[in-house]
């Protein structure tokens, strides 16, 4: 084999809890993890040249060393220096269709795919579990990329345990392409939060206790209960983002005026999705956004959950 191709979906975060801080500079998380149809493709192809090279179609994405996609080739080559001495170097081609910096995990879905990639040419016979372990090494939420689905997420979301999948359920997503968040700058702003207002009144400790329901949520999605899965989303990182850019916080109330099952911010952001009835009850709503914000900035999508994270193209 010289080449494969996979399809790298995007994810969402129907539950974001952050329970304490770590040791280590991260948060310890209670997530629930969603993959949807949203998704790059990306082709890893052997190449005589004894090195990695990365080609994207978005200018916006470094090709270089930077690029996660690069690391988790440049983590397969160390891991693995005798396969990459017989194979040769590696051309890695990204096709991009998930927004860049939206918490939808476009990039650490590129990596995962890249180390799934990379063990198939190089015929490594690696598990799930192995991939998992190297994806841990590239970024928190790498790991669950490589397997998809619905998931619980705990740790600093690279522990994993799978929840019955969530599949033909529709969103929409939007999200402002001149708004990039910092994932690093929304928990340290909420540690400071937390620190400097949540321990000093009560009201808002009470106000956050009443709002966290992770025991709910995963209730809801085990009965595969629409409303109530909506009814119990939630995330924690929401407060510290919408106070800086008010237009998330709009996009949400544009949201629930249309009368969707509920909207969330998908990790840290700024992608808000809406939980919707059905196909078409998500492309109204998709058109009625539109209408309601003609701003060509906004980037909307109708999307499916699905039960599953990267796949080979046959
Ligand atoms: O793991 P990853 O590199 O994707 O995380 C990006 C950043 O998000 C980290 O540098 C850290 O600032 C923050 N983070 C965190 N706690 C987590 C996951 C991420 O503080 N559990």
């Known amino acids: 084999?010289?080449?494969?191709?996979?399809?790298?979906?995007?994810?969402?975060?129907?539950?974001?809890?952050?329970?304490?801080?770590?040791?280590?500079?991260?948060?310890?998380?209670?997530?629930?993890?969603q993959s949807i149809d949203l998704a790059d493709k990306i082709n890893v192809q052997k190449s005589s040249i004894d090195r990695i090279r990365i080609r994207c179609d978005n200018p916006q994405l470094?090709?270089?060393?930077?690029?996660?996609?690069?690391?988790?080739?440049?983590?397969?080559?160390?891991?693995?220096?005798?396969?990459?001495?017989?194979?040769?170097?590696?051309?890695?081609?990204?096709?991009?269709?998930?927004?860049?910096?939206?918490?939808?995990?476009g990039g650490s879905s590129d990596a995962a795919a890249v180390l799934l990639?990379?063990?198939?040419?190089?015929?490594?016979?690696?598990?799930?579990?192995?991939?998992?372990?190297?994806?841990?090494?590239?970024?928190s939420d790498v790991p669950f990329c490589i397997g998809g689905g619905t998931a619980i997420a705990t740790g600093r979301g690279e522990q994993l345990s799978a929840l019955?999948?969530?599949?033909?359920?529709?969103?929409?997503?939007?999200?402002?392409?001149?708004?990039?968040?910092?994932?690093?700058?929304?928990?340290?702003?909420?540690?400071?939060?937390?620190?400097?207002?949540?321990?000093?009144?009560?009201?808002?400790?009470?106000a956050r206790a009443a709002a966290v329901h992770s025991r709910d949520i995963v209730k809801a999605i085990v009965n595969r209960d629409t409303?109530?899965?909506?009814?119990?989303?939630?995330?924690?990182?929401?407060?510290?983002?919408?106070?800086?850019?008010?237009?998330?916080l709009e996009l949400k109330e544009v949201f629930v005026n249309l009368g969707v099952l509920g909207t969330m911010m998908s990790g840290s952001g700024p992608s808000v999705f809406a939980l919707c009835e059905s196909k078409q009850q998500a492309e109204e709503?998709?058109?009625?956004?539109?209408?309601?914000?003609?701003n060509q900035d906004l980037e909307l999508f109708v999307s499916q959950l699905i039960g599953h994270g990267i796949q080979l193209v046959p």
Not at 6 to 33: F, Q, T, V, W
Not at 122 to 129: D, E, K, V
Request: proline letters at 4%; hydrophobic letters at 45%.
């Open 62 to 105: 470094p090709t270089n060393k930077s690029n996660i996609a690069y690391k988790a080739a440049a983590l397969m080559t160390s891991e693995f220096p005798e396969a990459f001495v017989k194979h040769g170097g590696l051309n890695i081609t990204i096709n991009k269709h998930i927004p860049v910096s939206a918490g939808l995990a």
């Open 117 to 139: 990639g990379v063990g198939l040419l190089w015929n490594l016979g690696l598990t799930q579990s192995e991939l998992e372990i190297l994806g841990a090494k590239l970024g």
């Open 285 to 294: 709503i998709k058109y009625n956004v539109r209408k309601t914000i003609p």
């Open 227 to 248: 409303k109530e899965v909506a009814q119990f989303m939630y995330n924690d990182l929401e407060k510290v983002v919408m106070s800086k850019y008010a237009l998330v």
């Open 164 to 206: 019955p999948s969530l599949e033909n359920i529709y969103i929409v997503l939007a999200k402002y392409r001149s708004i990039a968040v910092s994932t690093p700058w929304a928990y340290t702003t909420h540690r400071q939060e937390f620190e400097n207002i949540y321990n000093k009144d009560t009201q808002s400790l009470a």
């Open 1 to 33: 084999m010289e080449s494969v191709t996979l399809i790298a979906p995007a994810k969402i975060n129907l539950y974001l809890e952050i329970i304490g801080n770590r040791s280590d500079g991260y948060h310890e998380l209670i997530m629930i993890l």
